[in-house]
């Protein structure tokens, strides 16, 4: 659990882009420390009860588990964490549409990730249901209605993949640098399915001419004024700001010390730099096993969500086995990065997401928003 940060940490401030570890200067260090040890342990007790309220799988009770499935939903990956979905039930049908007030326009332009992360809540809730006795289907999507999910009564089997809905995160750290073993990359392999190409790189060469992609499309991203401003709109810079909007990017889940906005706004300027993020995705992607890319074959809004699926089936089966994983989305968000990976990778398609996975610790829990904000009817 989250537990107050010491002033040591304050040695090291991860920048965020989604988690980064930056030096930062004498003058940020001296202006930080003043402040940032009190304001740290402000509201981390309140956080772990939050964490722990959010992250189980509710009863399911008598009848269909209509809350139970939404509730497991909401838990999936989504891009930022601005939870862009809205849940209506009726008997034993869920729909999930898009919540368009949620969009990211600077990183996310054509609702790409938008769409992907209903592909996460789908998938998720998918592969919850099974544990409640139930077994659901994909029945429609429309890119303005969302997807219709129908579901019927099954023999209760929670299988691996449900039981790991709780355990998988963002993990944002270095990894331990241990290989995967050749039968846990062919199960995960299958996570493509019949509609996603899964590439899995595990080469060293191949994986160091990845990083030069992400290093790239990363560096074009922190030069970006607008995509600094809404990354840091989405940073939640301490436990009080992430309790009372249960959104967003919480800094100590990135491995950062917290602080107050105003204070945490000033120290990302400092340490947000193109040499600070390269040095750490070059640790990043060093410390990992491997990097997985998965692109779908129809692409658009539909293939988009099918590539969010697919990510979700290769979260839960690695989380199963052990494993940690953490997008490094850069070469398909920077337009002229992804022509040229798409290229690199021998595909026609457009590369939807780009994961690393490996071994690594256990870093504090993103939260989400209670159901009753996104249930509406
Ligand atoms: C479509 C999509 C794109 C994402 N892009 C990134 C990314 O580029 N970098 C990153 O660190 N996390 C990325 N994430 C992870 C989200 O930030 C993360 O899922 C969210 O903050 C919730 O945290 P959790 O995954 O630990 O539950 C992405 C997630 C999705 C679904």
Known sequence: MLTCLKARVLLQFQSSREGDIIMLSRRALILAAGTLPLAACTGSDAYARTVTETWRLLPGGAGFPAGALVHAATLAANSHNT????????????????????????VDPDDHHLFASLGCAAETMLQAAPGYGWRGAVQAFDPRQGLTLDFIPAPSSPGELSRAILRRASTRSEYDGRAVAQDQLRALAAAGGPRVDLALIT??????????????????????????????AWIRFDAAEALARRDGLFAAASGNPTSPR????????????????????????RS?????????????????????????????????A????????????????????????????????????????????????????????
Do not use: C
């Not at 193109?274 to 995705?281: A, L, M, N, Q, S």
């Not at 809004?301 to 989380?319: C, D, I, K, N, S």
């Open 288 to 320: 990992s096993a491997g990097l997985a890319v998965f692109s779908s074959r129809e692409g658009g809004p539909a293939g988009w969500v099918e590539a969010g699926r697919a990510y979700t089936r290769f979260a839960l089966q690695a989380t199963a």
């Open 262 to 285: 105003m204070l945490g706004e000033r120290l990302f300027d400092l340490a947000f730099t193109e040499k600070g993020e390269t040095d750490k995705i070059v640790r990043q992607m």
């Open 203 to 232: 080469d060293a060469g191949r994986l160091g001419q990845a990083t030069d992609f992400i290093v790239r499309g990363n560096a074009a991203q922190v030069r970006d004024p607008a995509f600094r401003r809404e990354l840091k």
């Open 83 to 106: 939870q862009p979905w809205r849940f209506s039930v009726s008997e034993r049908r869920i729909h999930i549409a898009p919540d368009l007030s949620q969009r990211t326009p600077v």
């Open 322 to 377: 052990g494993m940690k994983l953490a997008f490094l989305n850069q070469p398909v968000e920077d337009v002229p990065s992804r022509a040229e990976f798409s290229r690199w990778l021998g595909s026609d398609l457009r590369p939807d997401l780009v994961v690393r996975f490996g071994y690594g610790p256990d870093m504090p829990r993103s939260l989400r928003r209670p159901i009753a904000q996104v249930l509406v009817s």
